[in-house]
């Protein structure tokens, strides 16, 4: 491969990202590729999958957004069922979010369609690529995660 300066570089991702986030969009599930849930819904539902529960202001600083943005994202979730809020034992000032089996079951279906479509797309790209880009990705994230 010829040498592709940082400004090319960057405008081929400009072509690259939309076609694998259109592709990518495609194959969730239907409740998340119809809009029905959106991408930072998305986000903290992922975030708090992992958790018992969290308090708002910690999802907020998660997403990098205001409390009151994050209480709108948080009302819709309710709304929906994925997750509930609850009240801190021990201070009733405090209300945490908690995520309810109807969102863990659609995180887990998450998971399961993006690494089938991951295993059927580097099926086809060699170990030696496969490492190459997982090292590269992982670098960037440690990047990103660093701001």
Do not use: C, W
Request: hydrophobic residues 45%.
């Amino acid at each position: 491969m010829s040498f592709v300066s940082l400004p090319e570089f960057a405008d081929k991702l400009n072509e690259i990202m939309p076609v694998l986030m259109r592709e990518f969009a495609r194959v969730q599930p239907a409740e998340i590729y119809k809009g029905k849930v959106t991408l930072p819904q998305v986000l903290i539902l992922q975030h708090l999958s992992s958790r018992e529960s969290i308090k708002m202001t910690d999802i907020a600083s998660f997403m990098k957004v205001s409390t009151a943005a994050t209480t709108g994202i948080v009302d819709r979730l309710v709304k929906s069922g994925y997750v509930l809020r609850v009240f801190d034992q021990e201070d009733r000032r405090i209300i945490k979010v908690k995520i309810t089996p109807k969102g863990l079951a659609l995180m887990k279906k998450l998971a399961y369609e993006r690494r089938k479509m991951a295993i059927s797309i580097f099926s086809k790209i060699s170990e030696q690529d496969r490492q190459d880009y997982l090292r590269i990705l992982m670098r960037i994230k440690d990047i990103l995660s660093g701001e």
